[in-house]
């Protein structure tokens, strides 16, 4: 397993999840870690992107600043944090490590490795 994702659950709109994506073999090396979120019906959309350095990118406004993203390089692992979370945020959120670098990648195309993916359920 080169990517495995925890964390998801059935919540109350307002409440706060912590995603855990955590790393191994090839996937671990690559230089950024990143989420995708795919609701029902709908794409998979970019969230969020992280470097080996803590350097970060975000969707577009709706994203922030509830979701944050971080990394524990020694632990190969990335967390998103998410709060107040609302319906429309019921998706399958899927973690994914790229290995371009130059600049932070925003589609999934550019990322080489996917995890199983872990639900997050909101309702109102």
């Known amino acids: 397993v080169q990517l495995q994702a925890s964390g998801g659950g059935s919540v109350q709109a307002g409440d706060s999840l912590k995603l855990s994506c955590a790393a191994s073999?090839?996937?671990?090396?690559?230089?950024?870690m990143g989420w995708f979120r795919q609701a029902p019906g709908k794409e998979r959309e970019f969230v969020a992107t992280i470097n080996r350095a803590g350097s970060s990118r975000y969707a577009t406004i709706p994203v922030k600043p509830r979701f944050a993203i971080s990394r524990d390089s020694a632990k190969n692992t990335v967390y998103l944090q998410i709060d107040t979370l609302k319906p429309e945020d019921t998706a399958v959120y899927y973690c994914?490590?790229?290995?371009?670098?130059?600049?932070?990648?925003?589609?999934?195309?550019?990322?080489?490795?996917w995890g199983q993916g872990t639900q997050v359920t909101v309702s109102s």
């Open positions: 073999g090839r996937a671990s090396n690559n230089a950024y």
């Open positions: 994914a490590s790229s290995n371009v670098d130059v600049v932070p990648p925003t589609h999934a195309y550019e990322y080489d490795y």
